[in-house]
């Protein structure tokens, strides 16, 4: 399993237009492209020197090649719509994380 991790700092002007489209559209959007099992959107708890509120959005991929398909097939599409919004309200960078192992917790 790979997660493709997109870490976003948005400007406070815009939080919650950019909030609303990341929930309504876009990560459906990304979804909806068939290369992703799953996403998590999660706030990131820590005050930023910079300003505005920082996120990070987790697409779980079954393999490699599915989040290489994603960029090939439709990364660019997707990127461009949320530049063409937010252009220089957010400042984003993308991490590729391979799951090794998952713990669990056993409940009595």
Do not use: C
Not at 19 to 26: F, G, S
Not at 44 to 55: I, Q, W
Not at 60 to 67: D, I, K, Q, V, Y
Not at 97 to 102: D, G, H, Q
């Amino acid at each position: 399993m790979i997660i493709y991790n997109v870490t976003i700092n948005i400007e406070e002007t815009v939080h919650d237009k950019w909030i609303d489209w990341m929930r309504n559209k876009h990560i459906n959007d990304v979804l909806a492209t068939g290369l992703f099992i799953s996403a998590r959107l999660v706030k990131v708890l820590v005050d930023e020197e910079m300003g505005g509120v920082t996120y990070s959005v987790q697409y779980l991929a079954p393999s490699r090649e599915n989040l290489e398909m994603y960029y090939k097939h439709h990364a660019p599409r997707l990127r461009q719509e949320g530049l063409e919004l937010f252009a220089d309200k957010m400042l984003a960078f993308r991490t590729e994380l391979e799951v090794m192992n998952e713990f669990f917790h056993e409940s009595n």
